[in-house]
């Protein structure tokens, strides 16, 4: 887990896809590397918050590290779940699940490698 710290991200090529591997307070979220605006590099983007609705006049920031904004044209995505910020019922960027498997008995520590494979719509990433 230290080679995504909290507030981090990795940006993995599994079977041909980039995928994004974003680290939320301790929980690990994959999104599709890939804006369905223009095709951008979504997972390159800014990670930030958004403001909450709130009375005229008063902004409420909420949610920091949760979304990502699009390095192209700034469409924002919550990283939890890939649905757009402005429009979550239609516009969407493809989120995979992710498992952290614990270390297996007798592995060497100093030895960092993580095993990720794909299944189906399913990303799995062993972080140790």
């Known amino acids: 887990m230290e080679e995504i710290p909290p507030g981090g991200r990795k940006i993995?090529?599994?079977?041909?896809?980039?995928?994004g591997v974003f680290?939320?307070?301790g929980h690990f979220h994959a999104l599709r590397n890939l804006c369905p605006h223009q095709l951008a590099?979504?997972?390159?983007?800014?990670?930030?918050g958004m403001c909450e609705d709130?009375?005229?006049?008063?902004?409420?920031?909420?949610?920091?590290g949760e979304i990502i904004?699009?390095?192209?044209?700034?469409?924002?995505?919550?990283?939890?779940t890939g649905k757009?910020?402005?429009n979550?019922?239609?516009?969407?960027?493809?989120?995979?699940p992710v498992t952290v498997a614990p270390a297996e008995a007798g592995e060497d520590a100093s030895v960092e490698s993580?095993?990720?494979s794909v299944k189906g719509d399913m990303v799995f990433v062993q972080l140790g």
């Not at 590099?41 to 930030?48: N, R, Y």
């Not at 005229?56 to 909420?62: A, D, I, R, T």
């Not at 904004?69 to 939890?80: N, S």
């Open 12 to 19: 993995i090529e599994v079977e041909g896809k980039s995928i």
């Open 23 to 25: 680290n939320i307070d």
């Open 41 to 48: 590099p979504l997972c390159q983007g800014k990670v930030t």
């Open 54 to 64: 709130s009375p005229v006049g008063e902004f409420h920031w909420v949610r920091q």
């Open 69 to 80: 904004r699009c390095p192209w044209h700034a469409w924002e995505f919550d990283i939890k």
């Open 84 to 86: 757009s910020i402005f």
């Open 88 to 96: 979550p019922h239609k516009v969407r960027t493809k989120s995979y």
């Open 114 to 116: 993580y095993p990720v």
